[in-house]
Each structure stands twice: as structure tokens, then as C-alpha cells.
């Protein structure tokens, strides 16, 4: 006879329920009753959410101490958080990919959208990275290695760092929780081969969400002069020069991610040059001289990194899309990419488009995308939806 799970309860305030009875997957922390034995419990605590009365309505992570106070896993009350739970989770987000992608490449968890919130985990052939981003996830990231052990990795590593990781009372922890690595692991995406650091890397080593941006942008560069701000391992570069692009230049301020993107054209048989440089600086001084191309790519860190933030970012991408602008050719292509989740669309590409008209350029919009197919959107959390891409053409 298997034993019954009883979590602790987490009562929500009277009709504060109605947004997560409606899809919602998050509980904030002023619609939780707040009692002393809710403030008592651990961040990471599995709970059973009620309504006022008491009804169960969900199972989820809670943590007492953030705005976001509980994440839902389960639309069941008193559901085992185990490993059958975690291992369940991730043969269904792999199925997926499976259908997806032909290759072992791709993010196979996207936290809420795959049912586990606060959790990522890239998949680069049999070696996996896992961002355990919450306290919940956190405490269950032995449980997900060894579940993803079962589903053939050979090296898990846990990349806990970050400040979604910090708002959550998370200190920051990088390990191999088994097998090993040699150094940086080649990647393969539309044809070409990358290198991605998986333990000092930035995110998990490599971006993912850029694959089918990768892909359209290469195919617009075949003959042209191409130039990728922000290349971190040659995402857009490799493949434009791939797909035979005349020249092109990657600039990034990170040494050791051009020495990776170097590597990385040498295995493909393809002639890029890169430059270590801060991207503003650098564009000045291309302004200066007048130098063009004929496709600018401009894909930045996230410049809203919260709400407060807003205002100057939004006047960031402006700039950026500005100076990009006074760089591409006439008839040229410029693309620009926000990884901002605090960002709309809307008002990410009212800013690029008032960042152009400031450069006296005119232009038309070409193509609207966003993330890559395994970074699915909850439906009921438009904050995943974070990755947002315009291309234009300028006169």
C-alpha cells in the first residue's frame, strides 16, 4: 500500500486564488496568508497550496522571502515531489526535443513551460548543464542528476549562480556533480560546429535560443559584409561566414569566448576575424572613420534586468540601434535582439525604430521572432517569452 503525501499547507488570502485557479503559475507572496507557520517554513519547502477555505489547489515550491512566493509543479494538492516526479518531467520535455531536433543539441528544460519552475538544463550531446535558478530547485539538484544519469548523460554540471539565484537567498555554487570534462565541448547547430565552456561559460556555456536566428541571418549573408556586436562564441558570425558571407568581423570584450569562436571557425573550414573590444567604444570609432556593412547584428545583454531599470535600458537599445544604424550600408540588413524579459516587445522595437530615425536612416521591419522551439512559453507567463528579434533594412 503506498503511503499518502501531506504537505505542508499554504493558504492563500480570501479570492486571491482566482488568478492561479485560472492558469497562472506563480502565487505572490502579498496573496499568501502569511501566518507565522508560512514564515516559518524553509525557502525550496514543498507545500500544498489552499484556497482561503481550504481547498486544495495546487502543489508548489515556496519560498517565504521573495515576491514570487510559491511556483506551482503540480495542479494537485499533496503530489510527491520524488524522483519518479523529476524523472517523468524530463522524458517528456526530452520527447519533445526529440521531435524537434535530429541532433543531441538543445535546452531540454525551460523552466515553467516544461513544468519545473526555476529550473534550466542544456543538453550539449551526453554532457548536460542544470541551472537550479530557485531554493526549491536547488534542493533538488541531486535528484535531477541522477535523473538525467538514467537518461544517459555522462557529465552533469551544476551551474548555481546568478541573480535570479541571489533574490532567492541562493549563494553561488558551480560543480560537477559526475563524470568530467576536458575543456570546452563542440556544439552543433545548422550545420556548424561551436565550442561552449560549460563550467566558466557564460549562462550554460552557450545560447541556444539564437538558433533559428542564427540560421535566417546566415542565409541573408551570402556575399556581404557582415558584422556581429556581441559574438560571445561566433553565434552569428561562424554561420555567416558559412554560408558565404564576403568578410566578417565578431567583436566582444570576452578573450576567452573569441579564443573559442577561433576555434570554432578553424574547425569549420571558414575565415572570420574578431576583435576584443567594448562594443560602444568600438562603434565610435567606426562612426568616425565611416566604415559600413552591409548586415549589422546586435544582440546585447539584457539591458532591463528588472522593472526599475526600464527607462535607461529602453534608452540603451535607442543608442545601440543608433550607432548600428550609422554602420550599415545602404540597403543593408540590422538586426537587433533584447534577451530582456522586462522589455515588450512593443516597446523594445518602438526603441530600435526611434534609435534608426535618429541616425537619419528609414527603414522597414522584415522579420519579428523569438526564442528557438525548445524555449517554449507558458501560456498564462508572458515573462517567458523574454527573447525578442527584429530585422530591418535600411535606405
Known sequence: MTQSTRHPRLKMKPSAHKRLKSGHPWVYSNEVDMDAAAKALAPGSVVTVTDAG????????????????ARLLSAKGDTPIDAAFVGEHLRRALALRERLFAAPFYRLIHAEADGLPGLIVDRFGDSFV?????????????????????????????????????????????????????????VEENGVTFYADLMSGQKTGWFFDQRDNHAFMASMSKGASVLDLYTHTGGFALPAAKAGAKEVLGVDRSAPALELAAKAAKANGVTCAFEKAEVFPFLDAALTRKATWDVVIGDPPAFVKSRKDMKVGLQGYRKLARMCAGVTAPGGLLFMASCSHNAPLEDFTAAVARGVTDASRNARIIRTSGAAPDHPVHPFLPESAYLKAVVLQLD
Open 54 to 69: 481550504g481547498a486544495q489547489l495546487a502543489t508548489a515550491h515556496f519560498n517565504p522571502r521573495t515576491l514570487i512566493a
Open 130 to 186: 542544470v541551472q537550479p535558478n530557485t531554493a526549491g530547485m536547488d534542493a533538488l539538484s541531486d535528484m535531477i542528476a541522477t535523473a538525467l544519469r538514467d537518461l544517459g548523460a555522462k557529465t552533469v554540471i551544476v551551474r548555481g549562480e546568478g541573480a535570479a539565484r541571489a533574490l532567492e537567498g541562493l549563494e553561488d555554487n558551480v560543480r560537477c556533480a559526475f563524470g568530467n570534462l576536458d575543456g570546452p565541448v563542440p
